[in-house]
């Protein structure tokens, strides 16, 4: 104990060993759905003659899972940091349902853009140039991304509760508790972990996942509800007729025909190299943001920034994103990227990398538990996105909200990441306005050469963005 203590440096962050395990687990408790839905989504655009999509989604899972804990490690063993990685939501979607289904490229050569924009991405954290670019954010921008992550995770947290739900006429409403159970349960569910929280309970979060998880599957073994209402669908039906142990045997564990599919689309990249480029800017553009948006945004609850709110040695969790992509697109899956559910583990206390290795040790341990980890209803672990979101508005303090530059910049930052679903929109919005507001000020000397090209750079990022999602470009 002693070692590992000294190793992380305990002292130094006046933590402990219970505190950093805690926060482990709660780090993967939140995360952890990304097992199960990784999977579903690449298992849509990718497939292998010989294998049925069952046996081809387990293959995704032994990826994801593998891919998570390659990025973890480093996160844990070099950067020191309390964050954990996976196969980014809306990367994934982007591969899938964009690139492979929408502009007919192999998800072979799919996997070779993610594994070159690694490749890039390696050489230039190695290089300290990402580090550079994450500095030239405008001040008020930097501030902002906590309390946007912020209201982001409070609308992703309400909408799994089914307390935010769709409506045609207003885009969303107040769900009704009367008749959904699981906005009923949830509220339950939340009811408890806040009130554990507002009394200081080490493990409030935890609590109230499991909490959830358990009564929403008491609820439907005793009948109150149907199967697949308060449980993952089919989950019970399969628990029930085989058996747990079952289960875990039969899961597909060689995922060596996705590794093939990876060499063979190494060599289809010349069919199409337009394509293919656009693609890797595409992928690397929102990984680059989404990830500095995220470690920003985390880092400032934690009490990592400076004054100038930059995080110190940033290039090494940038270093753990790229390691875990490129090992990713090598065996299977997409981009890597830092989860902003680090922030449940940050919020409970974690604040060196054993935190994070706690979690990548609970990924690997997944690897015989993907059944019963599939069991955790999405639901329950989005509870912890609502208390954590709560908490980060407090950033909304940081920012000069009588400054015009600041106040807009800011705003926009902190409004459009939920309103558009994306952590880099809201930089975009913030970085792009920043410099036009200082400019219309009379400040632009103000504004550094690097900030001014930032803004162009994002400016040609939608042009292609928008292009290759009009279907604009084909394979």
């Known amino acids: 104990m002693g070692a590992l203590a000294a190793f992380f440096g305990f002292d130094d962050h006046d933590t402990d060993l219970e505190t950093e395990t805690i926060a482990g687990l709660t780090t993967f408790l939140a995360m952890s759905y990304i097992i199960v839905v990784n999977p579903a989504i690449l298992g849509e655009a990718i497939a292998l003659e010989g294998y049925d999509s069952g046996e081809v989604t387990q293959m995704i899972t032994v990826a994801t899972i593998l891919a998570s804990a390659a990025a973890i490690f480093v996160m844990a063993f070099w950067a020191n940091r309390p964050f954990g990685l996976a196969p980014g939501m809306g990367l994934n979607a982007f591969f899938a349902y964009t690139v492979v289904l929408g502009l007919g490229v192999p998800w072979q050569v799919a996997l070779a853009a993610v594994f070159v924009e690694g490749v890039v991405f390696i050489l230039l954290t190695a290089v300290g140039a990402r580090r550079y670019i994450i500095e030239l954010f405008p001040e008020p921008v930097k501030f902002a991304v906590g309390a946007g992550i912020g209201v982001y995770l409070l609308f992703l947290g309400l909408q799994e509760m089914q307390i935010v739900v769709d409506d045609p006429e207003t885009l969303v409403s107040l769900g009704n508790v009367a008749t959904s159970a699981v906005a009923a349960l949830s509220v339950a569910g939340l009811a408890l972990m806040l009130i554990l ?279």
């Open 197 to 475: 929280h507002a009394r200081g309970i080490r493990g409030s979060i935890v609590i109230g996942i499991v909490a959830t998880a358990v009564a929403g599957w008491a609820l439907t073994v005793v009948g109150v509800v149907s199967p697949g209402t308060l449980t993952p669908p089919g989950s019970y039906e399969q628990v029930t007729e085989e058996g747990v142990l079952s289960l875990v045997a039969s899961v597909q564990y060689d995922f060596t025909p996705l590794v093939a599919g990876f060499i063979d689309g190494l060599g289809m990249i010349t069919e199409d190299p337009l394509v293919f480029v656009l693609v890797v800017f595409t992928f690397f553009f929102v990984d680059f943001f989404d990830t500095a948006g995220t470690l920003i945004g985390v880092s400032q609850i934690g009490g990592f920034l400076d004054e100038d709110g930059n995080l110190p040695e940033i290039e090494k969790p940038l270093m753990a994103d790229a390691i875990g992509t490129t090992v990713g697109a090598m065996i299977g899956t997409s981009t890597v990227t830092t989860f902003i559910e680090s922030s449940t583990g940050v919020e409970e206390g974690g604040r060196t990398g054993f935190t994070a290795l706690v979690v990548g040790l609970l990924f690997l341990l997944s690897l015989l538990l993907v059944p019963v980890i599939s069991a955790i209803p999405q639901y329950a672990s989005y509870l912890a996105l609502v208390v954590v979101g709560i908490i980060m508005l407090q950033g909304v303090t940081d920012i000069d909200w009588q400054h015009p530059a600041w106040a807009i910049a800011g705003g926009l930052t902190i409004t459009v990441m939920p309103m558009t679903a994306s952590i880099s929109n809201g930089l975009a919005a913030g970085i792009m306005s920043y410099p036009l507001v200082k400019g219309a000020m009379g400040e632009a000397d103000d504004v550094s050469a690097g900030q001014w090209a930032l803004a162009v750079t994002f400016i040609l990022y939608f042009v292609v963005y928008f292009a290759v999602d009009a279907g604009m470009v084909s394979f």
